[in-house]
């Protein structure tokens, strides 16, 4: 059995694609259809419900797409090779022969869109894309309206995430007295989420006038939104000693307290300086567990960005860093627009955009633009 899927390209792979980006090699396209097989089989004999059998059955649902794009790659190909024996065939007759170029050459167009969708599908797949996402949303610079419009951000993700049928789930909400959020916590759960959330990560511009504007100027303010993929235990260990865990009592907008116990926890990861607090739940327990799901996202995402920077000089052009100082997109209400520097994208659709419902034609551009970036890089080092 191989020990890892075939959808997904392993060092030596990547090697072998390099070498063959014009050209998927037949013996990879089959290496990807018995793969498929052999999972099959596996997962009818594997207990169902245990460690061994979500394995598979992730790698089998990553599989599918790939294995059907190989099918219907290596379908072409034969069927184009037996069009061209029948051409060379001295016993073709004429009407066959015209029947047969025209055939072929309908093939022979299709080809090159097929290759380019395989390209995409094994493409090296971060391996973080099948995780969930903890999304931090924070107020930048702009007082007030830069609150308001971090709740504004925040209500986004959480109505898209309704209508995809991902599960959202806040962690903690920090409001202040206007109705505005001063930072905000959520994890994200469903099929793709962090793949798909992941560009989100960055500064959001807002250009707009604010409802306390009497001269009705145009005030232009910031929000910051990390999106983090959900790190389960495995991923990152925790020393007790590398930990300084503080409770005290929790409070509200102002400072007034909401709470008579020492529920809230603040936690410190000593190495690396990393505070965590969560104080929505009255239970001890519940907030230092939320907290440790934070630092443990935190921190594989820490090890995530310290892997990319060492990629980024191979790399140039690409789709925003997910870097926080960032810039990466721009609200205009006056306008009605929103615009996506990273990819150059202007929507005049701000309000859907906002409503979580044409997120998704932003995330589709910066998802496509990423791929062509890859392959143009795989390409160049041919």
Do not use: C
């Amino acid at each position: 059995m191989e020990s890892g899927p075939a959808s997904r390209v392993t060092p030596a792979d990547t090697v072998e694609l390099r070498e063959a980006v014009a050209s998927i090699p037949e013996e990879k396209l089959r290496r990807i259809v018995d793969r498929r097989a052999a999972l099959e089989g596996e997962l009818a004999t594997v207990p169902g419900g245990g460690e061994e059998f979500v394995r598979l059955s992730r790698e089998y649902a990553e599989l599918i797409p790939v294995a059907e794009g190989a099918v219907e790659l290596r379908k072409l190909r034969g069927d184009a090779a037996g069009l061209e024996e029948l051409l060379r065939d001295p016993d073709t007759d004429d009407e066959m022969r015209a029947l047969a170029e025209e055939e072929l050459a309908e093939h022979r167009e299709r080809l090159p869109e097929i290759e380019r969708k395989m390209q995409i599908l094994l493409l090296p797949r971060d391996a973080a894309d099948g995780k969930n996402a903890i999304l931090e949303v924070r107020a930048g610079t702009g007082g007030n309206e830069a609150a308001l419009f971090a709740a504004d951000l925040y209500r986004m993700y959480r109505r898209h995430a309704e209508i995809r049928g991902w599960k959202f789930e806040p962690l903690q909400v920090s409001e202040t007295t206007l109705d505005g959020i001063k930072e905000a916590q959520a994890l994200i759960s469903g099929s793709d989420v962090f793949a798909r959330l992941k560009f989100e990560s960055g500064v959001h511009r807002v250009q707009r006038v604010p409802e306390t504007e009497s001269g009705g100027r145009i005030h232009t303010s910031a929000a910051t939104v990390a999106v983090l993929p959900e790190a389960e235990d495995i991923d990152v260990a925790l020393d007790d000693k590398d930990l300084r865990v503080d409770v005290y009592r929790a409070s509200g907008p102002g400072g007034q307290s909401v709470n008579t116990t020492d529920s809230a926890v603040r936690i410190i990861h000593l190495p690396t300086g990393i505070v965590v607090t969560q104080q929505d739940e009255k239970s001890q327990h519940k907030n230092r567990a939320k907290a440790l799901k934070i630092l443990r996202s935190r921190l594989y995402e820490l090890e995530r960005e310290r892997a990319h920077l060492e990629r980024a000089a191979r790399r140039r052009g690409q789709v925003g860093s997910g870097d926080r100082s960032e810039r990466v997109r721009t609200y205009n209400f006056p306008q009605g627009r929103i615009t996506d520097h990273r990819v150059n994208l202007t929507l005049h659709k701000l309000d859907r955009v906002l409503a979580g419902e044409a997120l998704d034609e932003v995330i589709e551009a910066l998802i496509a633009e990423d791929r062509a970036s890859r392959l143009a890089e795989m390409e160049a080092h041919g």
